[in-house]
């Protein structure tokens, strides 16, 4: 379970505006910008099977396979984020190794160190350049 401040996730409730800003700016960030590819390439997938002849049907396909498994992917980075921001139970090794950002030593903490999702940078990547490359075939194949 994770907890905010002692709170479950449903009942927490900001303290003040600069935390609520902090959620909301995090929110955006972290898990909106998954979504947010994910609906392009959707509209990129939909565009190119309503308006292109059947030849263009496999490269369509392919392109909402890609927005598919980037909604996968996005709902698997947010409940990263859920727990990544939520209060400290088990603290791992690399969030005590984590050095404070310049500037920010003093400041307010808002849930753990941030840590770079690593694993989902690099899977996202390795997606995109695998539809890249079945997306060069296709069209040497025309």
Do not use: C, W
């Not at 808002?110 to 990547?125: C, L, N």
Request: proline letters at 2%; zero cysteines; charged letters at 25%.
């Amino acid at each position: 379970m994770h907890t905010y401040r002692g709170h479950r996730a449903d009942s927490f409730r900001p303290i003040d505006v600069l935390e609520l800003n902090e959620f909301r700016a995090r929110n955006r960030t972290f898990n909106g910008a998954y979504r947010r590819t994910a609906i392009a390439t959707l509209g990129y997938a939909l565009t190119a099977l309503r308006l292109f002849d059947s030849r263009f049907l496999r490269i369509g396909i392919l392109y909402l396979v890609l927005s598919i498994l980037l909604f996968a992917l996005g709902y698997i980075r947010a409940r990263h984020s859920r727990h990544d921001f939520s209060d400290r139970s088990k603290t791992s090794a690399l969030y005590d190794q984590a050095l404070p950002t310049v500037g920010q030593e003093d400041k307010r903490e808002y849930g753990r160190p941030f840590i770079t999702a690593g694993r989902d940078v690099v899977a996202v990547g390795a997606l995109v350049m695998i539809v890249e490359i079945l997306l060069l075939a296709f069209v040497l194949q025309m």
